[in-house]
């Protein structure tokens, strides 16, 4: 497990992110600890709920958001299984780029 605190770019707000291994054919899965009765979210095209300012996924009423980097990160890694674990609806936006989720990655 890796842990990071930064801030989310939309909302201001400090978000403590930790990203833990998930079991083979698990997917990436977002997992809202902030709030304890919410659904993971998987990351998958079809929960894609806005894309405006920031991709945001959604499963019912638990959303979280600016996930592109760290997807981006995940991908250009290959790798397909992650529980994502957010105090906040929001990603960090650590520094705009996939580079500081490589660096937790690597």
Same mark, same amino acid.
């Given at each position: 497990? &890796?842990? %990071? =605190? ?11 992110? %930790?990203?833990? *291994? $998930? /079991? ?11 709030? /304890?009765?919410?659904? *993971?979210?998987? $990351?998958?095209?079809?929960? =894609?709920?806005? !894309?405006?300012? $920031? %991709? &945001? ?7 979280? !958001? %600016? &996930? ?5 990160? @995940? ?12 105090? @906040? ?7 705009? !780029? ?9």
């Amino acid at each position: 497990p &890796v842990k %990071t =605190v930064g801030i989310g770019l939309h909302t201001g707000r400090k978000v403590t992110l %930790t990203l833990l *291994p $998930a /079991p083979v054919n698990t997917g990436i899965v977002f997992r809202r600890v902030d709030l /304890p009765s919410a659904d *993971p979210i998987l $990351a998958q095209a079809h929960g =894609v709920s806005d !894309s405006r300012l $920031a %991709t &945001v996924l959604q499963k019912g009423d638990t959303r979280v !958001s %600016t &996930v592109e980097h760290l997807l981006s990160g @995940c991908a250009g890694l290959g790798i397909d299984n992650l529980y994502i674990e957010l105090d @906040c609806e929001e990603v960090p936006i650590m520094d705009g !780029s996939a580079a500081s989720f490589l660096f937790l990655f690597l």
